[in-house]
């Protein structure tokens, strides 16, 4: 499969914990973000990165958030001090760079 | 400010008839929009896209039209088959050279036999 991959595709966690997902684009494809989708919403931005420099943070971000991609590939987003609000959907796109983005399956996040 | 919504959160087709999604924008700026499918537990499947250079484009058994001047997307599916029920959404890119795609709360397709 040469698609967007997703790991893990569930997590369950106790409050306070940290987690981080990771994501692997579409070779080739220099840009990367992540979004985070909740029941019945569609998706909203969280960051992207065209190789390895992120671009842009949505101010959804909070400080408990961290995004990287350190050579330009894959991807991971950590989670610190987890809360029940971040129990969410986290998906990850990549995109050649012609806005065309193509997402992963998703991280299923539950936050007890 | 900006945001992407629908008209109608769920549709009901008949399987073989033709399905019509609507959705509007409020960002006059968008350049670039783009129609994903949505399958319970999965990530959003491209559909097809259009550039506001365009008014209208077509694929396979989908057709997408953007009029700019009222700002509204449609999402037009012939011969409706039930593997066409999922949440579809449309998103836009907000303004020129915006990477981030903003999307709507999505429109439940219902196709029944």
């Known amino acids: 499969d040469t698609g967007v991959s997703q790991d893990p595709r569930h997590k369950i966690t106790k409050r306070g914990q940290n987690v981080t997902f990771r994501c692997d684009p579409i070779?080739?494809?220099?840009?990367l973000y992540w979004y985070r989708q909740t029941l019945g919403q569609g998706p909203e931005f969280l960051t992207y990165?065209?190789?390895?420099?992120?671009?842009?943070k949505s101010r959804l971000l909070s400080d408990r958030f961290s995004a990287e991609r350190p050579k330009g590939s894959f991807s991971t987003l950590e989670i610190q001090r987890t809360e029940q609000g971040d129990s969410a959907m986290y998906l990850c796109?990549?995109?050649?760079?012609?806005?065309?983005?193509?997402f992963g399956p998703g991280t299923r996040l539950t936050v007890l | 400010g900006e945001s992407v919504g629908l008209h109608l959160p769920t549709l009901s087709v008949q399987e073989g008839d033709n399905s019509i999604i609507n959705c509007a924008y409020s960002?006059?700026?968008?350049?670039?929009f783009i129609w994903y499918k949505q399958e319970s537990g999965k990530g959003p499947q491209f559909i097809i896209d259009?550039?506001?250079?365009?008014d209208k484009r077509q694929g396979q058994r989908v057709t997408v039209l953007l009029n700019k001047t009222v700002k509204h997307l449609s999402l037009q599916i012939a011969a409706t088959q039930p593997g066409d029920s999922a949440v579809y959404f449309c998103?836009?890119?907000?303004?020129?050279?915006?990477?981030?795609?903003?999307f709507g709360t999505g429109t439940r397709l219902q196709v029944f036999p």
């Open positions: 796109a990549s995109s050649p760079g012609n806005n065309e983005q193509f």
């Open positions: 070779s080739e494809h220099n840009r």
């Open positions: 990165f065209q190789n390895e420099a992120q671009l842009e």
């Open positions: 960002n006059s700026a968008s350049d670039y």
């Open positions: 259009i550039r506001s250079n365009m």
């Open positions: 998103a836009e890119n907000g303004a020129y050279n915006t990477d981030k795609l903003i």
